[in-house]
């Protein structure tokens, strides 16, 4: 399916290793992207699968979304456009999403990343990663965790020192969307997790 908004591609595929069904030449022209596994009708979400490496021919990309997705590749390095990054997972029979993240790159305009559902993520990882890759990141976004996984990235915030020292002057948004957060959890947000950002001035907690 392809859908054409003035200046726009915007293409979902729906298989995540070879990215199949679209062309080299549709590839370079996509600026927003959504892939994920084949899911039958009636039968359960499949084990999570890599990201082709196909995704970096998409070098006019600014959001991309993948689901159910255990690696990301390298040539996302290509992908010097995207600003807008979300991992998300619709869970599936051993509830991991745990995903396998590219070493060494940089993505220059990464501005926005966002975590939706699901609740074995590596946590600690992917901050560490997004440290590392992301210079001009300006807000995190969770979405629809479990209380549980919402508080390890709460945690991670507060403890991972390379995030801290990479961000401090530069975040201004956090946001937690329908994780479960309690009052207590909200005290975490505003008071110890606030104060080691000191630009960070837009801060949701939605229960």
Not at 58 to 80: D, F, H, Q, R
Not at 164 to 190: Q, S
Request: negative net charge; contains cysteine.
């Amino acid at each position: 399916m392809v859908t054409n908004n003035d200046d726009r591609v915007a293409r979902i595929s729906y298989s995540m290793s070879d990215l199949r069904d679209i062309t080299d030449d549709e590839l370079v022209e996509i600026t927003e992207l959504t892939v994920l596994n084949i899911i039958p009708e009636g039968e359960p979400i499949p084990e999570n699968k890599p990201l082709s490496q196909r995704i970096g021919l998409c070098t006019n990309m600014s959001v991309l979304s993948v689901v159910n997705c255990s690696s990301i590749p390298l040539e996302i390095s290509n992908c010097t456009l995207l600003s807008l990054l979300i991992l998300m997972s619709l869970g599936n029979d051993n509830g991991d999403c745990r995903i396998k993240l590219p070493e060494g790159i940089v993505l220059p305009n990464l501005t926005l990343f966002c975590i939706n559902g699901g609740d074995n993520w590596n946590v600690d990882e992917i901050i560490s990663w997004v440290a590392r890759c992301s210079p001009n990141l300006l807000q995190l976004s969770f979405y629809d965790l479990t209380k549980d996984t919402a508080n390890q990235f709460m945690r991670s915030l507060q403890d991972n020192e390379a995030f801290i020292e990479k961000f401090k002057h530069t975040l201004l948004g956090i946001a937690f969307w329908f994780c479960n957060l309690n009052e207590d959890d909200a005290l975490t947000i505003y008071g110890d997790i606030r104060p080691l950002y000191r630009r960070l001035h837009i801060i949701r907690n939605e229960l």
